[in-house]
Structures are given as structure tokens and as C-alpha cells.
T-cell receptor, first 113, second 115 residues
Framework: QKEVEQNSGPLSVPEGAIASLNCTYSDRGSQSFFWYRQYSGKSPELIMSIYSNGDKEDGRFTAQLNKASQYVSLLIRDSQPSDSATYLCAVLAIKAAGNKLTFGGGTRVLVKP | DVKVTQSSRYLVKRTGEKVFLECVQDMDHENMFWYRQDPGLGLRLIYFSYDVKMKEKGDIPEGYSVSREKKERFSLILESASTNQTSMYLC??????????????FGNGTRLTVT
């Protein structure tokens, strides 16, 4: 079982619709969760971070965290063609030997006009 | 805004050459990281550093070394480049003491081709 799993996609979404991305993780000690967006040929850029259960909204983006079920999701409302990118989930686990940040493989999102 | 600058966007080297990838950040971040990214394998951590002159191995350190002589600069060294080191290399930095709690800020990446 991978430590952080994402559906690789592509997730095809009509313009204006909601894109829903999921990420599951295996380490129950995980405490910090991040979503990065990566355009083709570019480096990842942070779009959301979430640390406690529940929802966190930032503009058109909403991150949802459920530690009991070990998943974190990202919703993109009113999807735009410019949202077409790969979205990486990253999970930070606090360990005695040292903190560990693990990235998922990413979900590719295609927003069609 | 945090700026993480990688010295080269594209680099072509020959097998056996010693390769230096340089990374500089301008926000006084304690933590710096080197990743490589390959299709189907995602982001993999090579080395990281919590402080000047400190370094720790990541998940795939073989064939690489690092140097952090100044807080703002973190260098990745390929002692003898091989074709399986052809990849996109990403440098990142973050704020925090021995911690990764704060998000990573990535540089633009260096696409290295070893022929």
C-alpha cells in the first residue's frame, strides 16, 4: 500500500463544474496536509494547506480533511480551463526519527471549455 | 514572496561528468530540499538540510551528495553522472526549525539530461 494515494486521472471536468480530487494516506500520525498544483513543465506551487478536521475554503478551492477516515480532498468550484494541471497531495507525518513529507503521485485535471 | 532560484533550467551532461546543481533561496528559510521528479514515479526526496553544514539522506540518496555552506544555498552534486540520473530536479525550501510543518516553496526546476 502506498503511503499517499491519488487517482492519476485524467479527471475531465466541464468548464464551470466542480472538480473533486481525493487523497488517502496510510500513516495515522499524519498531521499536516497540503495541496500543490503543477502545470506541465513547471514546478509545484502550494494552493492549500489544512491541519485540522473539517473544511477550509480559499476562493474557489475547498480542502476537506477527515483524519478518522484518513483522507483529504480538494474541491475546485467553477472550474476554469486554467485549472487544468496536475494536483499533488502531500502529507506530513510526525515521527520520532524525524518528520516525513510524502507526496502522492498526483491527479491530472482537464477542464474542457 | 519567497524566491527559490535554481541556476540552470536545462542542462546536458555526459556520462561520468561531475555535475553541480545550485539552489538559492532569499527568505532565510532553515530547511532546504532536493527532489527529483520522473513520470510515473512522482516526487522523490534525494537529500535535505535543516541547517548550515547539516544534511540528511532522503529516499534515494545513492549517486548524489549535497553541500550547504551557507544558509541560503543548497547544492546537489552528481559525482559521476549516469543516464539513469536524467530527470527533472526540484529544489525547495521551507520555514521552521527541523520541521516540515510549513509548506514547501519550489524553484523552477532543472531538467538534466545525461547522454
Amino acid at each position: 500500500q502506498k503511503e499517499v494515494e491519488q487517482n492519476s486521472g485524467p479527471l475531465s471536468v466541464p468548464e464551470g463544474a466542480i472538480a473533486s480530487l481525493n487523497c488517502t494516506y496510510s500513516d495515522r500520525g499524519s498531521q499536516s496536509f497540503f495541496w500543490y498544483r503543477q502545470y506541465s513543465g513547471k514546478s509545484p506551487e502550494l494552493i492549500m494547506s489544512i491541519y485540522s478536521n473539517g473544511d477550509k475554503e480559499d476562493g474557489r478551492f475547498t480542502a476537506q480533511l477527515n483524519k478518522a477516515s484518513q483522507y483529504v480532498s480538494l474541491l475546485i468550484r467553477d472550474s476554469q480551463p486554467s485549472d487544468s494541471a496536475t494536483y499533488l497531495c502531500a502529507v506530513l507525518a510526525i515521527k520520532a526519527a524525524g518528520n516525513k513529507l510524502t507526496f502522492g503521485g498526483g491527479t491530472r485535471v482537464l477542464v474542457k471549455p | 514572496d519567497v524566491k527559490v532560484t535554481q541556476s540552470s533550467r536545462y542542462l546536458v551532461k555526459r556520462t561520468g561528468e561531475k555535475v553541480f546543481l545550485e539552489c538559492v533561496q532569499d527568505m532565510d528559510h532553515e530547511n532546504m530540499f532536493w527532489y527529483r521528479q520522473d513520470p510515473g514515479l512522482g516526487l522523490r526526496l534525494i537529500y535535505f538540510s535543516y541547517d548550515v553544514k547539516m544534511k540528511e539522506k532522503g529516499d534515494i540518496p545513492e549517486g548524489y551528495s549535497v553541500s550547504r555552506e551557507k544558509k541560503e544555498r543548497f547544492s546537489l552534486i552528481l559525482e559521476s553522472a549516469s543516464t539513469n540520473q536524467t530527470s527533472m530536479y526540484l529544489c525547495a525550501s521551507s520555514l521552521g526549525s527541523r520541521g516540515w510543518h510549513s509548506p514547501l516553496h519550489f524553484g523552477n526546476g532543472t531538467r538534466l539530461t545525461v547522454t
